[in-house]
């Protein structure tokens, strides 16, 4: 196992969208599991393919306490959408930037596990605004591309600030 670079905004890669896995084989088990390792050392709840610039549709997920909860999505697809959820959220590509952004209270997805083996999973809550966050990131969108303009630029102007500071 290892764990893998991941991509800070902004770097246009994480603008690549991703492409559906075909082949579920050796390496995409190996891929999933230097994800995960990846996810839990950063610390984060999530972490999409594209992130460490492996651009196939490809997402871990851990929202427990206990990080005992591994959800791997492959492909996955949004069946069904309800309600509005407001939660704050971060990403592990724009470290320091917390924004609430609109995203559906409960949602229905199926994906395949990295075995190839199809699900269904119904999601509410951070779960469902996570699995939301890195469907996102499969399509080449980072979560402050949906706040205003003038709240983009402020980020901007924030982490140009951070990259300073750490020079
Ligand atoms: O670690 C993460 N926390 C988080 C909090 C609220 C909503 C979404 C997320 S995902 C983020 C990890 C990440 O960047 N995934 O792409
Ligand atoms: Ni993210």
Same mark, same amino acid.
């Given at each position: 196992?290892?764990?893998?670079?991941?991509?800070?905004?902004?770097?246009?890669?994480?603008?690549?969208?991703?492409?559906?896995?075909?082949?579920?084989?050796?390496?995409?088990?190996?891929?999933?599991?230097?994800?995960?390792?990846?996810?839990?050392?950063?610390?984060?709840?999530?972490?999409?393919?594209?992130?460490?610039?492996?651009?196939?549709?490809?997402?871990? !997920?851990?929202?427990?306490?206990?990080? =005992?909860? %591994?959800?791997?999505? #492959?492909?996955? *697809?949004? +069946?069904?959408?309800?309600?509005?959820?407001?939660?704050?959220?971060?990403?592990?590509?724009?470290?320091?930037?917390?924004?609430?952004?609109?995203?559906?209270?409960?949602?229905?997805?199926?994906?395949?596990?990295?075995?190839?083996?199809?699900?269904?999973?119904?999601?509410?809550?951070?779960?469902? !605004?996570?699995?939301?966050?890195?469907? =996102?990131? %499969?399509?080449?969108? #980072?979560?402050? *591309?949906? +706040?205003?303009?003038?709240?983009?630029?402020?980020?901007?102007?924030?982490?140009?600030?951070?990259?300073?500071?750490?020079?």
């Amino acid at each position: 196992m290892a764990t893998l670079n991941i991509l800070r905004y902004p770097d246009a890669r994480l603008h690549k969208v991703a492409a559906p896995v075909t082949v579920f084989d050796e390496s995409l088990k190996k891929l999933v599991a230097d994800m995960a390792e990846t996810m839990y050392a950063a610390p984060g709840i999530g972490l999409a393919a594209t992130q460490v610039d492996v651009h196939k549709q490809i997402i871990v !997920v851990d929202v427990s306490d206990r990080r =005992d909860s %591994l959800i791997v999505l #492959v492909n996955p *697809e949004i +069946l069904e959408s309800t309600g509005v959820s407001d939660i704050e959220e971060g990403c592990l590509s724009l470290p320091g930037i917390y924004e609430l952004v609109e995203r559906a209270e409960r949602v229905k997805v199926r994906a395949f596990d990295q075995n190839g083996t199809a699900f269904t999973l119904e999601a509410q809550g951070l779960l469902s !605004v996570c699995i939301q966050h890195e469907m =996102d990131h %499969l399509k080449g969108k #980072v979560f402050v *591309e949906q +706040l205003s303009q003038l709240k983009q630029q402020r980020i901007r102007a924030r982490l140009a600030k951070q990259l300073r500071k750490s020079a």
